[in-house]
């Protein structure tokens, strides 16, 4: 049987917010004046990524890299035009659950991020974020998901057993992540599995 729950922890992207990389990729290719096509084969998440959203390296570093890995030379302000472009709307239906679960547990957010993002986000989300208490950040941290102990730091941080926490995530790598370090979590395919899982709790309490 699993603990009860004590506390929420929600991903940001892919969960409250909806993100597609591939806008990125096209406002990309607008600037270089080439088919998204081109760069698409060539984008991917990889290790200058991961140490962006740790902030072993900067943005520019970042960018510089992406010059490389994409072969388009734009400007950083280009690719920081793309590079924000990710984001898209809250997830419909999310803020209103989000609201009702945070008026009964501790409500916290994890998110894999960097500077740049975090800058944008924070403020054109301001009031959706409203309800969690502390948003954990992998670029603050230096610690990112699936990682143990960025799990293992979250849990400290919130001050609940790590087998209390209900954990919600997109990326099944993190969901896996979350589970080995020992917290209760949830894939989350679409808003609907967020429901599933919060209705039952959400009506005991």
Request: glycine share 8%.
């Amino acid at each position: 049987m699993s603990e009860p729950v004590e506390a929420l922890l929600f991903d940001l992207g892919g969960v409250f917010v909806d993100i597609d990389f591939q806008r990125a990729i096209a406002r990309w290719a607008a600037h270089a004046g080439c088919e998204p096509e081109r760069i698409r084969g060539r984008y991917m998440h990889d290790e200058a990524y991961e140490r962006h959203e740790r902030n072993e390296i900067g943005v520019g570093d970042y960018f510089a890299s992406l010059r490389t890995s994409l072969g388009i030379d734009l400007t950083d302000a280009q690719f920081l035009d793309g590079w924000n472009a990710i984001f898209g709307d809250v997830i419909p239906g999310f803020a209103p659950l989000l609201a009702r679960a945070a008026a009964q547990l501790p409500t916290y957010a994890f998110t894999n991020t960097n500077p740049a993002h975090e800058a944008f986000w924070s403020v054109r989300f301001a009031d959706g974020l409203k309800p969690f208490r502390r948003i954990f950040v992998s670029s603050t941290l230096g610690l990112r998901k699936p990682e143990r102990r960025a799990f293992d730091h979250v849990a400290r941080e919130i001050g609940v057993p790590a087998a209390r926490i209900l954990f919600f995530d997109d990326a099944i790598a993190n969901v896996e992540g979350a589970r080995a370090a020992g917290m209760q979590a949830v894939h989350v395919r679409s808003n609907e599995d967020v429901v599933a899982a919060l209705e039952p709790l959400l009506a005991k309490r």
